[in-house]
Structure formats: C-alpha cells, structure tokens
C-alpha cells in the first residue's frame, strides 16, 4: 500500500499543502489565502487563527483532490515564512497578539540604537545576522514591551514565544509540543549557530526570558504526533522542520558545497551551501544553517530581497497596470527593452547586501515614451538585479563562483525573467519540474524521518529539471550588460539618498 506526505508550506500570503506519494510524485495541492493587516505605514501583521484556518483548509481540499484517505498519511512536514513572530498562551494556544511579519519595519529605531551602541559585532558574530528589523529579535522584545503584562507571564513561562513552524506545530501536536527547528531558530537573533543553543547574553541584550523559547530540534525526525486536528486522525508522525528558504535549498538537492538556488516568491532568496563549516560574510549577506540531520549541521550564506512577486503585486493591486499577475510577462514583451527606465523596488527598504530601511522604491528613467510595458519589463529586471547583487556579494564571500542557478517560487515561471537573470548573472538557470520545491524540501525532510525516502539519493531521484536558461546577452551590444548594471547602481544609490546616502 502507499505511503503518503503531507507538506505544509506556510507562507506569507497564503498557505499551501501537497500530498506526496512515495515514489516523490505530488499526487494533491490546494492553497488558502488569508488577509493581510497594515496597522501603519511599514507595518505588517497575520492573524494566527487565519493562518490556522488557512492550513486546515488546505490540507482537507489537498487530500481531496489525491483522493488520499488522512490515515494513509505516513508524515507531515512543515516549511515557513521564517522570521514572522508570534506569542501565545501556553495553557490555551490562544495568541495574544498578532503575529509581527518578517516585512515589518517597527523595530528600525531599536535595531539602529542597538547598533549605536556597538551591538551589532556580538550578534553577527553568535547569530551570523545583522541587527535589523527583519529578524524575530527585536519583534518579540517589542511584543514583550507593548502586551500588558507580557514580560512578566513570559518570565513565568505562561507566554511563549515561536515563529509559524512552532504556532503550526503546538496546533497539530493538541498543544502538547512547543518545539523549533535549527534553521527557524537560526533567523531570531537569539540563537548561537556554532553551539547550536540559545545565547544568554544576547537573550539579557533584548531582555527576553529563556522561560519562553521553544526547544530546538533537528530538521528531520519524529517530534510527535497529530492530536485533535480538524480533518486529520490522531497519530499521524510530526516530522520534519524547516524555514521556507531552507527548505527550498534541500528540495532544490543542493546537498553539496557551492550548489545554490533563488526562490523567487513575495521576496526573493539567493542561498549557497557553504558545508559544515559556517562562511562568515563580508560583503552583507547573512550566515545561517541550512539544516541539522542527525548529528551534522549544514551551513549556507544567504541573501534576501524584500520584494519580488510583492512588486508584481503592487503594479496589479496600487496601479492597476496589470489585472492577475500572470500577466506582466505579456505585457513586459511588448517592448523589446525597458528603454532605460529602472525600476528599485524597495518598497519595504532594501535587504542585502544594502541593509537599508529607510531606502525607498524608485522608477527612473521616465520619459513622454514610456508605457505600461516598459514598467513591467523594468519591474522584472528589478527583481533579477537584486539577484546580481547578492550571487555578487556571494561569489566573493564564498571564495568560489556560481556555476548554475537553481530557481523555484512562483516568478521562477515568468520565462523572460529567468532569461534576464541568466543574462546577469552569465551562468545557467535550471527550473525543476515542479516549481514549488519549498513545499517539496519539507516533504522530503519527513520522508527521510519516517522511512518513506531511505536517503538523501532518493531525493535527489525525484529531482527532475524543467527548462535551463543560458546567457544570451553574449555576442549582442558591447558592454550591454555593464550598462544595465551601471544604470541599476545610480538607481539604488537615488533610492537610498533620501535619508544621507552617497
């Protein structure tokens, strides 16, 4: 009889859920959407119980459409939108407050303070992070400042802190678990990679109580079982964590040194394997853990974009130039170059290697000429560029060049943006067979916990290639490519003057 995976892709928009047979095929997918909550300019907020329902919700119509009973499920993994920050009632489960994004910018004056104060050495150094608001750090401390009486009931361990692994897994476990993984608790601020523990001292530097965190797991093994969960029996095996990036890194199969994928979703996410030995960067990009399975811990350098599909998003949603999102490649080729006009879109600031804020989206270039279509094609080649910076800044942490791009998300789908980033970056572009490998890299992590995948080259089995894109800017224009990039750094650098910067 066949054996079945349940993967829970908790993301930022919306959550999806595939049902993998044993032989790695998806047999099922459904995906909820749930709203988004802007309190004020630059904050971003979820409702939990919306993520739950959204969860539960998909996972019934997954195992609707494989016509897969819930008790043939022999694992459930769990990928997330990492940093996004939750606290909740240990007794009841109730949160107590919404969850706190990853895109949200509240804790921007307390990162810069932190730093004012010479802070930022000793958390890059433990955490491989920098201090900005993008972290979870900084998000439950506000939290512990603002909740009424949330610093005093955290010190008595009543309200506990966790990122969505840890809020989805306290849901399926019937509150009996409250668990991370390596790679979540690696994206807090709080976490020594090395030691693989949490940090005193940097728990003392954001005052908050350690009565609160969750226990840190590996990535693949049976943390406990389903209880009380709407649709799902008792008993299924909760089995396998990891952050949605992380997981995309280990659905992609990049297992060995210098293999490296970009997920091109909401934002966009560069990540190279850099071994068992973390690779500290130098050039903006963050250290993180890639995975622990068993006893060994695998590094990666990471570079996050803040805004890709939300770009997209925002040209259909604010401006109106497209109706589905689907619909900007058609219209981006209308025109055979963007004529010029730069498109920044640091809507929410600018993440790596720039660390910025404060920096604001920016369309250059603009003449009595320029169309809709133009706009769309500088939107697309915005987000590539954004990729250029950081395999730039990657190549020279890393001491070694990217070979080949793996890519997967939902943008990885626009053909003329791979085509561009390929040009860019002047290396191959492979896009697997099935795109979502965010979702598969968690499904595989259960699969190797309970058994259903025996190893490692059982995953990379199922690991089949779509399309590859090569460099075509070769041979065209002299220096095109150079002037596209010197056109995108004057962009970034009028992005960023606003506030001081040259």
């Given at each position: 009889m066949p054996r079945y995976l349940l993967?829970?892709?908790?993301?930022?928009t919306g959550s999806t859920v595939l049902v993998m047979s044993d032989d790695g095929v998806v047999r099922?997918?459904?995906?909820?959407?749930?709203?988004q909550y802007f309190p004020a300019p630059g904050l971003v907020e979820h409702e939990p119980e919306e993520i739950w329902s959204s969860v539960t919700d998909a996972v019934a119509e997954a195992l609707r459409v494989a016509a897969v009973q819930p008790e043939q499920c022999a694992g459930i993994g769990i990928t997330n939108q990492r940093e996004t920050t939750l606290l909740w009632d240990r007794a009841s489960g109730r949160a107590v407050h919404r969850a706190i994004v990853w895109q949200d910018r509240r804790t921007s004056a307390r990162c810069a303070e932190l730093k004012q104060l010479g802070l930022e050495p000793l958390f890059r150094e433990r955490t491989g992070l920098l201090l900005d608001p993008y972290f979870s750090g900084t998000k439950l401390e506000w939290l512990l400042d603002h909740v009424d009486g949330a610093r005093a009931r955290a010190e008595r361990g009543e309200w506990v802190f966790g990122t969505v692994d840890s809020f989805l897994v306290q849901r399926l476990s019937g509150g009996a678990l409250h668990i991370t993984d390596v790679t979540n608790a690696s994206r807090t601020l709080l976490f020594d990679i090395e030691r693989g523990?949490?940090?005193?001292?940097?728990?003392?530097k954001l005052r908050v109580p350690r009565a609160m965190l969750p226990e840190v797991r590996s990535c693949a093994e049976i943390y406990g079982r389903t209880r009380g969960v709407p649709g799902l029996p008792d008993g299924i095996p909760i089995a396998?964590?990891?952050?949605?990036q992380q997981a995309a890194l280990f659905g992609q199969a990049c297992y060995e040194v210098g293999e490296a994928k970009c997920t091109y979703g909401t934002g966009a996410f560069l990540l190279m394997n850099t071994g068992t030995k973390p690779v500290r960067s130098q050039n903006g990009l963050v250290t993180t853990i890639a995975w622990r399975i068993g006893r060994e811990t695998s590094y990666a350098l990471e570079g996050s974009a803040f805004v890709a599909g939300s770009a997209v998003q925002w040209l259909r949603d604010q401006l109106g130039i497209i109706q589905r999102a689907d619909e900007i490649e058609a219209l981006a080729q209308r025109v055979p170059t963007s004529e010029g006009v730069v498109f920044v879109p640091a809507l929410t600031g600018l993440g790596a290697p720039y660390w910025d804020p404060e920096a604001r989206g920016l369309i250059t270039g603009i003449t009595r000429g320029t169309s809709a279509a133009h706009i769309a094609r500088a939107t697309l080649e915005g987000i590539a560029f954004q990729i250029a910076d950081l395999a730039s800044a990657m190549v020279s942490d890393a001491g070694r060049p990217i070979t080949r791009l793996r890519v997967d998300g939902g943008a990885s789908q626009n053909n003329l943006l791979m085509q561009f980033q390929s040009d860019l970056l002047e290396v191959p572009v492979d896009r697997p067979s099935n795109v979502e490998t965010t979702a598969l890299g968690a499904a595989y992590l259960a699969g190797l916990a309970t058994g259903v995948f025996p190893d490692r080259a059982a995953v990379q089995r199922a690991h089949t290639l779509d399309k590859t894109w090569a460099p075509a800017m070769t041979g065209r224009a002299p220096d095109e490519r150079k002037q596209h990039l010197f056109r995108w750094r004057q962009a970034v650098l009028r992005a960023r003057s606003r506030h001081g910067e040259s």
């Open positions: 993967a829970i892709d908790q993301g930022t099922g997918r459904a995906s909820r959407e749930f709203p523990a949490w940090d005193d001292e940097l728990l003392a396998g964590i990891a952050g949605d």
